[in-house]
């Protein structure tokens, strides 16, 4: 009969080995949990004092067959403040004063085809140029 405890003392070590690398490898684990944790809770804790956004992406679709979202009434509201004429750029700018959430679109990609839809049912005008007028 052969005697295994050498190679049973070998294997031994290999598995503290290995358990010691695992149970480092936890405790990494662990110490960045804690640190996203901590500033995922701070990040919570900024955004809880800020004012929240006025309407989700999906919210910028027609309804009805009217234009009755936030940003459409928004679009609305600045071209007549305005005297009737704004750039694309003014309309974007009245957005984020305005803290009109856009999600992961772009801006300046929704506001314009928001406005192509309004002149297709005659309540606004591409004058070129990215500038519009409220037609009234």
């Known amino acids: 009969m052969r005697d295994i405890r050498s190679d049973l003392s070998e294997r031994l070590e290999g598995i503290k080995k290995e358990r010691a690398a695992i149970e480092a490898r936890l405790a990494f684990l ?31 679709q027609r309804s009805n067959g009217k234009y009755d979202s936030p940003l459409a ?36 990609r929704s506001i314009h085809f928001l406005l192509v839809g309004m002149e297709q049912n005659k309540l606004v005008e591409g004058l070129g140029e990215g500038r519009w007028k409220l037609v009234e």
């Open 73 to 108: 009434k928004l679009v609305l509201e600045t071209l007549k403040e305005s005297g009737g004429v704004c750039t694309l750029d003014d309309l974007k700018k009245a957005a984020f004063k305005n803290r009109i959430g856009f999600g992961d679109k772009k801006p300046g």
């Open 30 to 60: 662990k110490e960045t949990e804690d640190l996203v944790t901590t500033v995922l809770k701070r990040e919570e804790d900024a955004w809880s004092t800020q004012q929240p956004l006025k309407f989700e992406p999906e919210e910028t």
